[in-house]
T-cell receptor, first 120, second 110 residues
């Protein structure tokens, strides 16, 4: 398996522009997560999906951020308009959550290589 | 809410043993994870604890005390390639929601 695939790897844009980050999870995984990582705040969970349905978006910072998962093999995270404080590395991760694991079990997240965003 | 604390930075010598501590306060507990992250790369899974005690996996071991809200990652026979950040993460009441600490940057010197 090619693992979790993210694009672009690097993006530099100007304040006010729209940014779209893309993620292809591992085939067969039913959960997908978007994280943001900065030096100051570490890895923050933005949103996660289970079976393509958004379960918890409480980490999405503002209405400028939106995420979609139209099918099991693709997700996008969009920032519109972008601001300099959005500069960070954005990671997508996927996992397979089996019903009997709901209460325990190592639901291991596999991360993509990340998208480094710089907003000028 | 959830709060996870780790030291920011640690240094150690090649061949030595180092212990990285993690304390947490969470609403509910459904497991604690350790991830390794090399600079510029993605986090990769190291270990998982859900019951009290020690889990050993080669040179790496992880310990959990649920009553104390405490875990540590033990790295033995340190190698230069172990220089990385080590992230403690806790799954609380949301069974899939994994919350990470800010990580401990470990520098291994010759």
């Amino acid at each position: 398996d090619a693992g979790v695939i993210q694009s672009p790897r690097h993006e530099v844009t100007e304040m006010g522009q729209e940014v779209t980050l893309r993620c292809k999870p591992i085939s067969g995984h039913n959960s997908l997560f978007w994280y943001r990582q900065t030096m100051m705040r570490g890895l923050e969970l933005l949103i996660y999906f289970n079976n393509n349905v958004p379960i918890d978006d409480s980490g999405m910072p503002e209405d400028r951020f939106s995420a979609k998962m139209p099918n099991a093999s693709f997700s996008t995270l969009k920032i519109q308009p972008s601001e300099p404080r959005d500069s960070a590395v954005y990671f997508c991760a996927s996992s397979l959550m089996l019903p009997r694991q709901a209460a325990s079990g190592a639901n291991v997240l596999t991360f993509g290589a990340g998208s480094r965003l710089t907003v000028l | 809410g959830q709060n996870i604390d780790q030291p920011t930075e640690m240094t150690a010598t090649e061949g030595a043993i180092v212990q990285i501590n993690c304390t947490y306060q969470t609403s509910g507990f459904n497991g604690l994870f350790w991830y390794q992250q090399h600079a510029g790369e993605a986090p990769t899974f190291l270990s998982y604890n859900v019951l009290d005690g020690l889990e050993e996996k080669g040179r790496f071991s992880s310990f959990l005390s649920r009553s104390k809200g405490y875990s540590y990652l033990l790295l033995k026979e340190l190698q230069m390639k172990d220089s990385a950040s080590y992230l403690c993460a806790v799954r609380g009441t949301g069974f899939q929601k994994l919350v990470f600490g800010t990580g401990t940057r470990l520098l291994v010197s010759p």
